[in-house]
């Protein structure tokens, strides 16, 4: 069974830093894709991030060159380094394994 479990959400002010981890449980990542998706209240789903078995990254226009994507294929985690966090990046934050599985989110809260 794949399981995928976030974690490293919290409370910051504009400006600050986060890292979210997913560490997925019944698969090995190093074969598929991965991303990191967000939804915020009243919004829906939208990609933040992702990183392909090649290691090929892409990233949203509202996240570039703030938010870094990577994983760690020994220890079956994917990352997510926020830098310059905006209140408008306040959301629950998914992780997106094979394009199939997903986690039960981790919530991100910027304040100003």
């Known amino acids: 069974q794949v399981q995928l479990v976030e974690s490293g959400g919290g409370s910051v002010q504009a400006g600050g830093s986060l890292k979210l981890s997913c560490v997925v449980y019944?698969?090995?990542?190093?074969?598929?894709?991965m991303a990191w998706y967000r939804q915020a209240p009243g919004k829906a789903r939208e990609s933040v991030s992702s990183?392909?078995?090649?290691?090929?990254?892409t990233y949203g226009d509202t996240v570039k060159g703030r938010f870094t994507i990577s994983r760690d294929k020994d220890k079956n985690i994917l990352y997510l380094q926020m830098n310059s966090l905006k209140i408008e990046d306040t959301a629950k934050y998914y992780c997106?394994?094979?394009?199939?599985?997903w986690g039960q989110g981790t919530q991100v809260t910027v304040s100003s």
């Open positions: 990183i392909d078995s090649g290691g090929i990254t």
């Open positions: 997106r394994a094979c394009s199939r599985y």
């Open positions: 019944g698969y090995d990542i190093s074969w598929c894709g």
